[in-house]
C-alpha cells in the first residue's frame, strides 16, 4: 500500500503549484484524504482535507482561498496552491484514513513519502 506525493519544486512568490497524490496497493474508497506540511523546525500541519463521497473540503486560515484540494477518483487527489508565499515552504505529504478527514496526523493510517515545496522570495 503506497502513497506517492509528487508536483513540489522552486517557486517564487506569488506562483502557483498543483501537487499530486497517487495510491497504490489497494482502493482507498471510503476514505478521506488530506495534505500536511512540515517547515524546517516546526510541528506538522494540516493544511487541507476532503472526504470521500460527498467531496467536502476543509482549510485552515493560513491557506484557504489560495489552497484548493480535489479528487477525481479512489486513487489520485490534488493539491492547488495559488498566491505561494515563502512560509508556504515545507514538505508536503498526502494522508488517507477511513471516514471523514482529522485535523490532527495520527488519525490517519497512510502516508506519502512528501514532495518539498520552496517558494522564494
Known amino acids: 500500500v503506497q502513497l506517492q506525493a509528487s508536483g513540489g519544486g522552486l517557486v517564487q512568490a506569488g506562483g502557483s503549484l498543483r501537487l499530486s497524490c497517487v495510491a497504490s496497493?489497494?482502493?482507498?474508497?471510503?476514505?478521506?484524504m488530506a495534505w500536511f506540511r512540515q517547515a524546517p523546525g516546526k510541528e506538522r500541519e494540516f493544511v487541507a482535507g476532503?472526504?470521500?463521497?460527498?467531496?467536502?473540503t476543509y482549510y485552515p486560515d493560513s491557506v484557504k482561498g489560495r489552497f484548493t484540494v480535489s479528487r477525481d477518483n479512489a486513487e489520485n487527489t490534488y493539491l492547488r496552491m495559488n498566491s505561494l508565499k515563502p512560509e508556504d515552504t515545507a514538505v508536503y505529504y498526502c494522508?488517507?484514513?477511513?471516514?471523514?478527514?482529522?485535523?490532527?496526523?495520527?488519525?490517519?493510517?497512510?502516508w506519502g513519502q512528501g514532495t518539498l515545496v520552496t517558494v522564494s522570495s
Open positions: 496497493g489497494r482502493t482507498f474508497s471510503g476514505y478521506s
Open positions: 476532503i472526504t470521500w463521497g460527498s467531496g467536502s
Open positions: 494522508a488517507a484514513r477511513p471516514g471523514g478527514w482529522g485535523l490532527r496526523e495520527d488519525m490517519y493510517d497512510y
